[in-house]
Nanobody, 126 residues
Framework: QVQLVESGGGLVQAGGSLRLSCAASGRTFSTYNMGWFRQAPGKEREFVTAIRGSGTMTYYADSVKGRFTISRDNPKNTVYLQMNSLKPEDTANYYC???????????????????WGQGTQVTVSS
Protein backbone atom coordinates (compact mmCIF):
# COMPACT_ATOMS: atom_id res chain seq x y z
CA GLN A 1 0.00 0.00 0.00
CA VAL A 2 1.28 3.45 -0.97
CA GLN A 3 -0.11 6.73 0.31
CA LEU A 4 0.59 9.89 -1.65
CA VAL A 5 0.29 13.47 -0.40
CA GLU A 6 0.72 16.40 -2.78
CA SER A 7 1.65 19.94 -1.82
CA GLY A 8 2.78 23.15 -3.47
CA GLY A 9 -0.27 24.17 -5.46
CA GLY A 10 -1.58 27.71 -5.48
CA LEU A 11 -2.40 30.80 -7.49
CA VAL A 12 0.19 32.20 -9.88
CA GLN A 13 0.22 34.67 -12.74
CA ALA A 14 0.79 33.55 -16.29
CA GLY A 15 4.49 33.14 -16.96
CA GLY A 16 5.19 32.26 -13.35
CA SER A 17 6.44 29.06 -11.76
CA LEU A 18 5.33 26.56 -9.16
CA ARG A 19 6.92 23.45 -7.72
CA LEU A 20 4.68 20.59 -6.67
CA SER A 21 5.85 17.91 -4.28
CA CYS A 22 4.46 14.47 -3.62
CA ALA A 23 5.47 12.59 -0.50
CA ALA A 24 4.98 8.83 -0.56
CA SER A 25 4.71 6.39 2.29
CA GLY A 26 6.26 2.95 2.32
CA ARG A 27 9.72 1.47 1.93
CA THR A 28 9.40 0.42 -1.72
CA PHE A 29 9.10 3.86 -3.30
CA SER A 30 11.90 3.27 -5.80
CA THR A 31 10.06 0.27 -7.25
CA TYR A 32 7.18 2.47 -8.42
CA ASN A 33 7.05 4.53 -11.54
CA MET A 34 5.50 7.87 -10.65
CA GLY A 35 3.27 10.16 -12.63
CA TRP A 36 1.40 13.45 -12.54
CA PHE A 37 -2.02 13.85 -14.05
CA ARG A 38 -4.29 16.88 -14.05
CA GLN A 39 -8.00 17.50 -14.35
CA ALA A 40 -9.70 20.78 -15.12
CA PRO A 41 -13.41 21.38 -14.43
CA GLY A 42 -15.57 19.71 -17.06
CA LYS A 43 -12.62 17.92 -18.62
CA GLU A 44 -11.21 14.43 -18.45
CA ARG A 45 -8.15 13.65 -16.40
CA GLU A 46 -5.07 13.95 -18.59
CA PHE A 47 -1.50 12.73 -18.46
CA VAL A 48 1.14 15.35 -17.67
CA THR A 49 4.40 13.52 -17.01
CA ALA A 50 5.91 10.33 -15.59
CA ILE A 51 9.26 9.11 -14.32
CA ARG A 52 10.72 5.62 -13.96
CA GLY A 53 11.56 4.25 -10.53
CA SER A 54 15.26 4.73 -11.16
CA GLY A 55 14.70 8.29 -12.33
CA THR A 56 16.58 7.61 -15.56
CA MET A 57 13.67 8.03 -17.95
CA THR A 58 10.94 10.64 -18.10
CA TYR A 59 7.88 11.18 -20.28
CA TYR A 60 5.92 14.35 -20.98
CA ALA A 61 2.71 15.40 -22.63
CA ASP A 62 3.35 17.60 -25.64
CA SER A 63 1.47 20.45 -23.97
CA VAL A 64 4.02 20.72 -21.15
CA LYS A 65 7.23 19.60 -22.82
CA GLY A 66 9.99 22.15 -22.33
CA ARG A 67 8.10 23.91 -19.51
CA PHE A 68 7.60 21.20 -16.87
CA THR A 69 10.23 18.93 -15.30
CA ILE A 70 9.59 15.84 -13.22
CA SER A 71 12.19 14.53 -10.80
CA ARG A 72 12.39 12.24 -7.80
CA ASP A 73 14.44 11.79 -4.66
CA ASN A 74 14.15 8.12 -3.73
CA PRO A 75 15.83 8.36 -0.30
CA LYS A 76 13.24 11.03 0.57
CA ASN A 77 10.31 9.13 -1.00
CA THR A 78 9.38 12.27 -2.89
CA VAL A 79 8.59 13.17 -6.49
CA TYR A 80 8.58 16.75 -7.75
CA LEU A 81 6.98 18.64 -10.60
CA GLN A 82 8.68 21.92 -11.51
CA MET A 83 6.32 24.01 -13.61
CA ASN A 84 7.70 27.03 -15.46
CA SER A 85 6.17 29.45 -17.96
CA LEU A 86 2.72 28.60 -16.68
CA LYS A 87 -0.29 29.34 -18.84
CA PRO A 88 -3.97 29.80 -17.91
CA GLU A 89 -4.70 26.48 -19.64
CA ASP A 90 -2.49 24.76 -17.05
CA THR A 91 -5.15 25.52 -14.44
CA ALA A 92 -6.31 22.20 -12.98
CA ASN A 93 -6.21 19.91 -10.00
CA TYR A 94 -2.89 18.04 -10.17
CA TYR A 95 -2.66 14.46 -8.96
CA CYS A 96 0.38 12.42 -8.02
CA UNK A 97 0.18 8.75 -8.92
CA UNK A 98 2.14 5.52 -8.57
CA UNK A 99 2.21 2.48 -10.81
CA UNK A 100 4.04 -0.77 -11.40
CA UNK A 101 3.23 -0.46 -15.09
CA UNK A 102 6.19 -0.99 -17.40
CA UNK A 103 5.55 0.30 -20.89
CA UNK A 104 5.58 3.92 -21.97
CA UNK A 105 1.95 3.45 -23.05
CA UNK A 106 1.01 2.26 -19.57
CA UNK A 107 2.78 5.20 -17.98
CA UNK A 108 0.64 7.60 -20.04
CA UNK A 109 -2.63 5.89 -19.10
CA UNK A 110 -4.52 6.79 -15.93
CA UNK A 111 -6.01 3.29 -15.83
CA UNK A 112 -2.53 1.85 -15.25
CA UNK A 113 -1.98 3.67 -11.98
CA UNK A 114 -2.63 1.92 -8.69
CA UNK A 115 -2.38 4.74 -6.16
CA TRP A 116 -3.51 8.36 -6.27
CA GLY A 117 -3.06 11.39 -4.07
CA GLN A 118 -5.90 13.72 -3.14
CA GLY A 119 -4.74 16.39 -5.59
CA THR A 120 -3.50 19.94 -5.30
CA GLN A 121 -5.07 22.89 -7.10
CA VAL A 122 -3.03 25.00 -9.50
CA THR A 123 -4.63 28.19 -10.78
CA VAL A 124 -2.91 30.36 -13.37
CA SER A 125 -4.35 33.82 -13.89
CA SER A 126 -4.00 35.72 -17.15
Amino acid sequence: QVQLVESGGGLVQAGGSLRLSCAASGRTFSTYNMGWFRQAPGKEREFVTAIRGSGTMTYYADSVKGRFTISRDNPKNTVYLQMNSLKPEDTANYYCTATTGRTSYELRSAASYDYWGQGTQVTVSS
